[in-house]
């Protein structure tokens, strides 16, 4: 795409200081283009233009109107499938496979699932006596969206559009690591009819840019996916302001191998479980839990797995695993690396670099650890997968749920009881049994502990980004 622009009330914009940043390709290390390194000012702009959208045309559609709208945002997305992966895979160093087959369908999914969940909604009316209560919802106002570089497009849809069916203007800040698909989605939004100021885009560093958006008077909600350390400069910023606040954050997420499992079908599942997107999602199961009466027969087969996965350029459609995001993140995987070896761990395959020019690097499995070990306690957002085994349901659950972070886990068992009884007692916001990222759009989406605040998806989405009214009426 070359050199990028912020999108404020529709019009291309480059920084007020004139600042840029370089978007780089982690798969080549050779930069693709500029960004603009957005300040303050830059977001006194945006916010601006979002607040008078409110009180133009935008402030008066009815929700039908506004469903209209994100399925022609949902058809433009799927009308031009390509050039937004290629986009993604470029930003991210993702095989361009990935980005085809789930990235861009699941933005083009969550568009369409919000503009039915909008006409679909339901609000309360109760008749108590002489009078009758009913719920209204009304947007928030200003929103701000602030998405990660793991999962561009697929996270960014899944926030504006639900904020955008309830009627709020949004100003959003990508990653300024993969800033592509969130202008290309803003200018798309432009063409299909969007009034000018619904939708924004601000591109920048987080101190520089998405702090002052955090913190602005103007913005009535904040929903952030990231880190847990900036999410607690999030909160800092957002709470004593009394913002709206949705907070998805890191994940330590444990899977659960039972020695009644399905061992064909348990070792595809925790190989794609462990390291989908180089291991750079959220729910990626980092920590494999394998029962001791299987542990000698299960950890071959699963390293023989993946050390059979090709790690390679993101065009290539036999690539599982592309390039991380950048080289400074690749660098922070293998002090990991290196961290679990002086822990006492073996690296049992992986954790070294093909020769290949970007920042690549093969999965590595690491076993002898300790569960209170650094390597197999802290969030390290790359191919790197612990290894450790349990005895019985009691120390599995232990094992789980000794870790600061409560995102999700997955359970492989055949036995019903114990897939019911092990994941309730499991302190996470999902787990999945016998499969993984299996997605329904309605359930709701979150963690506990340090893994976040607040739930998204289906109606959980619709209320955070509106305030409910009662209405009483006197009647008689």
Same mark, same amino acid.
């Given at each position: 795409?070359?050199?990028?622009?912020?999108?404020?009330?529709?019009?291309?914009?480059?920084?007020?200081?004139?600042?840029?940043?370089?978007?780089?390709?982690?798969?080549?290390?050779?930069?693709?283009?500029?960004?603009?390194?957005?300040?303050? @000012?830059?977001?006194?702009?945006?916010?601006?233009?979002? $607040?008078?959208?409110?009180?133009?045309?935008?402030?008066?559609?009815?929700?039908?109107?506004?469903?209209?709208?994100?399925?022609?945002?949902?058809?433009?997305?799927?009308?031009?499938?390509?050039?937004? +992966?290629?986009?993604?895979?470029?930003?991210?160093?993702?095989?361009?496979?990935?980005?085809? $087959?789930?990235?861009?369908?699941?933005?083009?999914?969550?568009?369409?699932?919000?503009?039915?969940?909008?006409?679909?909604?339901?609000?309360?009316?109760?008749?108590? &006596?002489?009078?009758?209560?009913?719920?209204?919802?009304?947007?928030?106002?200003?929103?701000?969206?602030?998405?990660?570089?793991?999962?561009?497009?697929?996270?960014?849809?899944?926030?504006?559009?639900?904020?955008?069916?309830?009627?709020?203007?949004?100003?959003?800040?990508?990653?300024?690591?993969?800033?592509?698909? @969130?202008?290309?989605?803003?200018?798309?939004?432009?063409?299909?009819?969007?009034?000018?100021?619904?939708?924004?885009?601000?591109?920048?560093?987080?101190?520089?840019?998405?702090?002052?958006?955090?913190?602005?008077?103007?913005?009535?909600?904040?929903?952030?996916? &990231?880190?847990?350390?900036?999410?607690?400069?999030?909160?800092?910023?957002?709470?004593?302001?009394?913002?709206?606040?949705?907070?998805?954050?890191?994940?330590?997420?444990?899977?659960?191998?039972?020695?009644?499992?399905?061992?064909?079908?348990?070792?595809?599942?925790?190989?794609?479980?462990?390291?989908?997107?180089?291991?750079?999602?959220?729910?990626?199961?980092?920590?494999?839990?394998?029962?001791?009466?299987?542990?000698?027969?299960?950890?071959?087969?699963?390293?023989?797995?993946?050390?059979?996965? $090709?790690?390679?350029?993101?065009?290539?459609?036999?690539?599982?695993?592309? @390039?991380?995001?950048?080289?400074?993140?690749?660098? $922070?995987?293998?002090?990991?690396?290196?961290? +679990?070896?002086?822990?006492?761990?073996?690296?049992?395959?992986?954790?070294?670099?093909?020769?290949?020019?970007?920042?690549?690097?093969?999965?590595?499995?690491?076993?002898?650890?300790?569960?209170?070990?650094?390597?197999?306690?802290?969030?390290?957002?790359?191919?790197?997968?612990?290894?450790?085994?349990?005895?019985?349901?009691?120390? +599995?659950?232990?094992?789980?749920?000794?870790?600061?972070?409560?995102?999700?886990?997955?359970?492989?068992?055949?036995?019903?009881?114990?897939?019911?009884?092990?994941?309730?007692?499991?302190?996470?916001?999902?787990?999945?049994?016998?499969?993984?990222?299996?997605?329904?759009?309605?359930?709701?989406?979150?963690?506990?502990?340090?893994?976040?605040?607040?739930?998204?998806?289906?109606?959980?989405?619709?209320?955070?980004?509106?305030?409910?009214?009662?209405?009483?009426?006197?009647?008689?």
């Amino acid at each position: 795409m070359g050199d990028l622009s912020n999108v404020i009330s529709g019009e291309r914009v480059s920084a007020l200081s004139g600042a840029t940043l370089a978007n780089t390709d982690p798969a080549t290390n050779t930069e693709i283009g500029r960004i603009p390194r957005s300040a303050a @000012a830059d977001v006194d702009a945006a916010v601006s233009a979002a $607040k008078a959208a409110l009180a133009g045309p935008w402030g008066r559609t009815t929700a039908e109107e506004r469903a209209a709208l994100l399925d022609r945002i949902a058809d433009g997305i799927e009308a031009r499938l390509d050039d937004f +992966a290629r986009a993604e895979s470029r930003d991210t160093g993702k095989p361009l496979w990935l980005a085809r $087959k789930v990235d861009i369908p699941r933005a083009v999914a969550n568009f369409r699932f919000f503009a039915g969940a909008v006409r679909h909604d339901e609000t309360g009316s109760q008749r108590t &006596g002489s009078a009758i209560n009913y719920t209204v919802r009304k947007p928030l106002g200003v929103v701000a969206l602030i998405t990660p570089w793991n999962l561009p497009l697929y996270l960014l849809s899944w926030k504006t559009a639900p904020a955008l069916a309830m009627g709020n203007t949004v100003v959003a800040k990508p990653s300024e690591m993969t800033p592509s698909t @969130a202008t290309m989605m803003a200018e798309l939004m432009v063409e299909v009819g969007l009034p000018p100021g619904v939708f924004n885009v601000i591109h920048g560093l987080g101190p520089e840019a998405g702090g002052p958006l955090v913190g602005h008077e103007d913005v009535a909600a904040v929903s952030f996916t &990231g880190g847990t350390a900036t999410g607690r400069i999030v909160a800092r910023t957002a709470a004593p302001m009394f913002k709206k606040l949705s907070l998805e954050l890191g994940g330590k997420n444990a899977t659960i191998v039972f020695d009644d499992c399905d061992l064909e079908r348990t070792l595809d599942g925790v190989v794609r479980a462990a390291f989908l997107n180089q291991g750079q999602i959220c729910l990626c199961g980092s920590r494999l839990l394998v029962q001791r009466s299987i542990y000698d027969r299960f950890v071959p087969a699963f390293i023989e797995k993946v050390r059979a996965l $090709k790690v390679g350029p993101p065009a290539e459609p036999d690539s599982f695993l592309g @390039a991380l995001v950048s080289e400074a993140h690749r660098d $922070k995987v293998e002090g990991y690396v290196r961290l +679990a070896r002086e822990e006492g761990g073996t690296i049992a395959c992986g954790g070294d670099r093909p020769d290949l020019p970007g920042a690549f690097l093969r999965p590595a499995v690491v076993t002898g650890l300790t569960t209170d070990a650094r390597t197999a306690c802290e969030e390290i957002f790359g191919p790197v997968v612990t290894v450790h085994p349990f005895d019985d349901e009691e120390d +599995a659950i232990r094992m789980a749920n000794s870790v600061q972070y409560g995102l999700a886990a997955s359970v492989w068992t055949e036995n019903l009881r114990r897939a019911h009884t092990v994941s309730e007692r499991l302190d996470t916001g999902m787990v999945w049994v016998n499969c993984w990222l299996l997605r329904d759009l309605r359930v709701p989406f979150g963690g506990v502990k340090d893994s976040g605040v607040g739930r998204e998806g289906g109606h959980h989405s619709l209320e955070f980004f509106s305030d409910a009214q009662n209405i009483c009426i006197q009647l008689g």
